[in-house]
């Protein structure tokens, strides 16, 4: 069974920074490429970064620039260092693999409905 466990959400003021983490559990975390989403009330979740387990990082061009997706394989964690947060980057993270469209590249993990952690809320705000 898939365990993800997202963290070090919070309230920021726009310009502030974040830093998230997302442990892995329950299958060989360094075979997947991971992906952080964010999920805006009432609408679906977005893959937003996504990393290869080579450590290769994509970006929505939303948050490029301002956000950076890593692993830690040893560790079974990613993370999603946040600068220059923006109101409009309020919602609720979340990580998963990959599944989605990043620019010109297609993700085409096993993301099942019963995988998903609870979420990390983020709130940008002054």
């Known amino acids: 069974q898939v365990q993800l466990v997202e963290s070090g959400g919070g309230l920021v003021q726009p310009g502030g920074s974040l830093r998230l983490s997302c442990v892995a559990s329950?299958?060989?975390?360094?075979?997947?490429?991971m992906g952080w989403y964010r999920q805006f009330s009432g609408n679906q979740r977005e893959l937003i970064a996504a990393?290869?387990?080579?450590?290769?990082?994509n970006h929505a061009e939303s948050v490029k620039g301002r956000f950076i997706i890593s692993r830690d394989n040893a560790k079974n964690t990613v993370y999603l260092q946040m600068n220059s947060l923006k109101p409009e980057d309020t919602a609720v993270y979340y990580c998963?693999?990959?599944?989605?469209?990043?620019?010109?590249?297609?993700?085409?993990?096993?993301?099942?409905?019963?995988?998903w952690g609870q979420g990390t809320q983020v709130t940008v705000s002054s």
């Open positions: 329950g299958r060989i975390f360094s075979h997947y490429v």
């Open positions: 990393v290869t387990n080579g450590g290769t990082a």
């Open positions: 998963n693999t990959a599944r989605g469209r990043l620019g010109t590249t297609l993700y085409t993990g096993l993301v099942s409905d019963s995988s």
